[in-house]
């Protein structure tokens, strides 16, 4: 079966600025789709800030098994509504990819319950990728480290919860290091946070950079996830109330006495 | 220096039901108080829903290293505001101890970014809670085990995000187990959650239940933290643009090339 | 590409008790072969502690992938050697099951760093076995508890670093729990911990049991991984020595002066 | 009540390198013990290598709180029994803190279960020490970087188990990254591993480091800690053999038919 994914851009950078046009004709959105082009294996979508409910409609949803999501100058334009939507089928099962400066995005942030800042610089530094768990489903056939010449720099500390599993540290040029690859569960679903990809360098044609996003995809996939019952729920076990008939003071007196 | 408590209740069953009002006649607030009596080591304060800013102002916090929350049937009720000044408080290092049904309370909620949604019913009873890691500081001086014979019960799949230290574990005589005791790191602050304390039941009088609040006070309270600079970062090394003066093509090209 | 699967079991009950080998007629070992006989996806071999080198000489490791292990009386029994090569494979990247009391056994316990002892009793009680983490590989399509009428009863502490993921949590009859599925990444393989799987019941023949033996097999498999380098290691960058020239004296006057 | 810390260095480099004898006229356990100084709060001894059972017998572990590790090139010559002692120590309670090359001391290897290697050289490089968890008792007081002008490199990947908590990351001039400050609790003990502190610098000369030591020390030290039962233990409930009476094929039978 198919996975299916879902590519959401802000596409403001694009639209706005030439250099970025010329680096990213099909923008960053189209850049991202050639790269699960395997289309034996993936259904893809891409969806854009300028679309009604931005693309990211109900039905849009659906039909999603892993939201990748890319967004930078434009966080504040995005809906409350479908932010509280995306954080929701997250919690529901759906997975989620955020990029580079998605990690100030409405439903990032609201997944992480922090508020997600961190350093950073535009100084066209290198970005050196450390892979700290080279078993990681997401590490799969990459080299020790991905070696990008420029890049946006980040520095530590990056104001997220401990994750899950940390699977890249990225060292920077100007002296900063940075948690690059963090695996959270949350609800059902699950969220990779990875850092590169600044609109201003060409890091989504880097072949090591693809190798990331399709293991990503792989790994953050619903797989057959039975919901747990929440809410009220019989005993499954047949339990005797010891006190049964006692007034609330014998009730407070024996909870009392028999406390270990 | 004393430890500054502040201890908010909902107080709502306490007003409502004589039988919850003679099992805690000075609020759930006042036994808790009672647990931090300490007037060496604890500066403590009560604050309820039905003050001004549910007695959370600014003030009030500014003067509070640890906020212990109850509530249950007023969750919908605590103002929006007062929910994020709270979960901001915490990220900027403020303590927070989140009691039994304080798991649905807003500031819980928005600090895990899920439901936390679980299992429930009352059905009078056994909860025997397990220490799982004796060395953390919130289990110093348990016993190996806490039996109370009669408490709400609670059961899994509890829906939050992995606990950074899971400390307790519950046995529940009907058929349930919980995570009873999760520690979380977030922002700058320390949140633990704690299962029991149901108001029908006497469980905050319990010495063990009190060794626990005590304990996670001390853990929970903020140490001497340096603000980590977020924003805008000049580099601490000397960075050469390796492609300085280059076209933007150029750069383009230079940055596929020598990318690993 | 198949999984090559070494399923290996002590397999002295079997030997020397009527009743467990009419229980499990083709050893326990053989009932795990059963549950993995999809010969399109795994290819399964067993190995027993009568064999030379206990059946897991150098040539067997080179062709397994995920080695599955249950031992219970006979853990002194295995050679310090073969043990030592069953840990430093699985650093190497091949995946480790351990079922039930293997938690004692030499190569499990080399590998926590710990002594792995719990409670125990054999008291035919029941255990229900608790879906923590639904959306983990281990947890797909089982529903959210496994009923086991009568097991052998484990408890709390279990003496074992925290798992990395814990997704299942134990409930017993007489009043315990247990972290009856614990995930550990290892070096550049995975392991993972399962408690049920007493050589008295027939555990092994329970469809969901099954159904987590097949997924941990899967999620324990080494995918492509790139071996760090490992010892003396050039530097990337140009480095200079900027106390170069000076005496030993002098740079650690530069070096106390500098720190910060 | 004081806390007792036993600092043990194998004193090899200073008596053969006049160099480092003059950079460390008492060894680097003296300028360790220096730093914890605090005569109302520690009771401090040093061990070495050359002592009888390395200095490190019942009777000084018995009396010992937190025991701090410096070793480098005499790896090999602690003997299994003592190593094997500590590690026992350390699972009972003891805190134990390694530094730098003492990765691959035999206490900690055994502790962690993995071989412990990384990448290393000797290049006179700049290592910054990030502060990644501000709120950790290990980082109390801490700017939010350290710098040290020339240390020895180490770089990832650093294989061991993912930390329980991660507090320090490194950055180094020439291109690596090193997951410095590493919090595991193992058994009734807590370890913490901290990087830097080669021979040949004068790290344990700066306040910085002092700090952490200070701190970790705190932070190690054993609190009231209840051993937990272990072994065969008796139910707490009644519990009914729900298939009493039957012979074993019914048992299985009625297994067989009542799982879920």
């Excluded at 050196?128 to 991905?146: A, F, K, N, Q, T």
């Excluded at 890049?151 to 948690?179: K, N, Q």
């Excluded at 339990?239 to 909870?255: F, L, P, T």
């Amino acid at each position: 079966m198919k996975i299916r994914v879902t590519i959401w851009n802000e596409n403001v950078h694009e639209q706005r600025n030439p250099k970025i046009a010329e680096l990213y004709p099909k923008g960053i959105h189209g850049a991202i789709a050639d790269i699960l082009g395997d289309v034996e294996k993936y259904e893809v979508r891409t969806a854009t800030l300028d679309m009604p409910e931005h693309g990211l409609t109900d039905e849009v949803l659906d039909n999603t098994d892993v939201l990748i999501w890319w967004g930078h100058v434009a966080h504040a334009q995005v809906s409350d509504e479908v932010a509280e939507r995306v954080k929701l089928r997250v919690l529901d099962g759906m997975g989620l990819i955020v990029l580079h400066s998605g990690h100030l995005s409405k439903p990032f942030v609201k997944l992480m319950g922090t508020i997600c800042r961190s350093k950073w610089r535009e100084n066209n530094e290198k970005e050196r990728i450390w892979v700290i768990e080279p078993s990681h489903p997401i590490c799969s056939g990459l080299p020790e480290y991905i070696e990008l010449p420029q890049e946006e720099t980040y520095g530590e500390r990056f104001e997220v919860p401990a994750p899950d599993e940390l699977v890249f540290i990225s060292w920077f040029s100007g002296g900063e290091v940075f948690r690059s690859g963090c695996c959270y569960k949350r609800g059902l679903g699950k969220v990779f946070y990875f850092r590169p990809g600044h609109e201003a360098y060409p890091t989504f044609y880097n072949e090591n950079i693809a190798k990331i996003l399709v293991n990503a995809v792989n790994w953050a996939r619903p797989l057959d996830i039975t919901r747990p019952t929440l809410g009220h729920y019989e005993a499954l076990e047949k339990v005797e109330d010891i006190y049964a008939g006692m007034s609330d003071a014998e009730r407070k007196h024996e909870n009392l006495q028999n406390m270990v």
